[in-house]
């Protein structure tokens, strides 16, 4: 993956070197940037390759099922249960038969320890059918593994093969409509982040409202509704909702981008839950994730609720008077964050865990690549936002802000997703580790760790 992620370097830098230009140049970048595809689709591909290889593993744990052995296990338990009870009902015929009584006595016994040891083999071979209904589950649960990469790779060899055919008289001749690429973005997006898709945006909700066709607003319009807080609101309370969305809306957007991780290999599970498809398409046939239902729906169902606790019993509340004004919102908190995110997940009977890490700035990114191996999903936020591009340019100076992390660099800097676009911190930036020396005097930079699942007892 490494070496991957060094040659796309390598291709970016030497396709944008500013001091190079002729149409020959011009031709190649364009050839190149098909490579890049290529490329990526081969690091999806490895990506793929390792989920499937977390979900065997955690699918058949440490126990080694043999199917060969367990039917033979299954046969021979079966074999020996007849056999005891022809000895069983042998003994008991001649206890019947028997005139002295001492021989009564052992025939009994040795029908009842013939008795016993069917029992033990008709338990046996339960034990062994059950092992069998595991093999089972766990071939339906992996019966599908590993396709994907397969899918990938056969787009990556038609790709290349259209690529290196591509230069006629000195031009590159690359044809937007070629389906192999077409399906390798659609690919990307129903595996992972990647090729134009970068997370949900916290305004993008608003720009849909404003934006968008009567149906979409209608969609937004039922959905906002149908929740009670809301059911009467007009289309110019609703504006303000969706006004207030985008100021305070970044840890709601955080839950979005990690509940369409966690589910982007499961989209028929995912409408099962949440009732609607996770991915739309659009007229030119390329896949998207619909994160604004999905942000609008998780800030409808949770912002500003809170548990209060009285001498016996916990309860939730709606307070109106959490936010600033109608269009701006006050934000999370970690706290809220865990409450409204399990709350939100348990409404849809999902079990979700979130946990407060608590580090210093230069434990940050050891603790985020510990949570990754665990397969756990973690939130990051900052104050102030000291966001870089890939680069390392400055690209985002702000307040506080919670964003989903999507990756970690060679370089120990932590890739976020925030506003729809890809981003990249410094977890050791000054600005966090010697806040009395920024602008900021409350500077802080934490992490939260997601897990679904039940939690651990």
Known sequence: MLVLEAVGRGIDTFAGDPEIESESFDALKQQLADYHMVIEAMKLANQSDMADFRCLSDSAGSEVLDGERLFDQMENALRMRESYLTNEETYKS?????????????????????????????????????????FDEIEAWTGGLFKDSEGITALIRKGMTEISGAFQNGTYVQREDDEWRRQIMNAGVRL?????????DQNAPYRLWQ????????????LIHSYEEYADYTDEEIEELLMKLNSEGCGYVAFANIIVDEYRRKDEEFKQIFGYPLFLENVNGYTYVDYNRLILDI?????????????WQEYDIYDENEDISPVSGRGTTPEDRIY???????????????????????????????EAEKGNRVIISTCPVRLEDKEGEPAQMDGGHAM????????????????????YISPEDPDYTSPEKSRTQNAYIRIQSVRFGEADE
């Not at 409404?347 to 985020?368: F, G």
């Not at 989903?404 to 981003?423: A, C, N, Q």
């Open 404 to 423: 989903t992390v999507t990756g970690l660099t060679s370089d120990g800097r932590i890739e976020v997703s925030s506003w729809g676009e890809k981003y």
């Open 192 to 200: 992972a982040m990647g090729f134009e898709d970068e997370g949900g």
């Open 340 to 370: 409204r995110f399990e709350r939100y997940m348990d409404s849809h009977d999902v079990p979700v865990r979130i946990e407060n890490i608590e580090c210093a700035p230069d434990e940050v990114y050891r603790r985020c690549r510990e």
């Open 299 to 311: 800030y409808c169902a949770v912002d500003n609720h809170k548990k209060v606790k009285n001498l």
């Open 94 to 134: 001649k206890m019947k038969m028997a005139k002295e009584p001492a021989l009564t006595v052992y025939y009994q016994w040795k029908a009842r320890q013939y008795g016993a040891l069917a029992k033990n083999s008709e338990s046996l071979y339960e034990r062994w059918r059950r092992k069998t209904e595991r």
């Open 211 to 222: 934006r968008g066709f009567d149906s979409d607003r209608a969609y937004m319009r039922e």
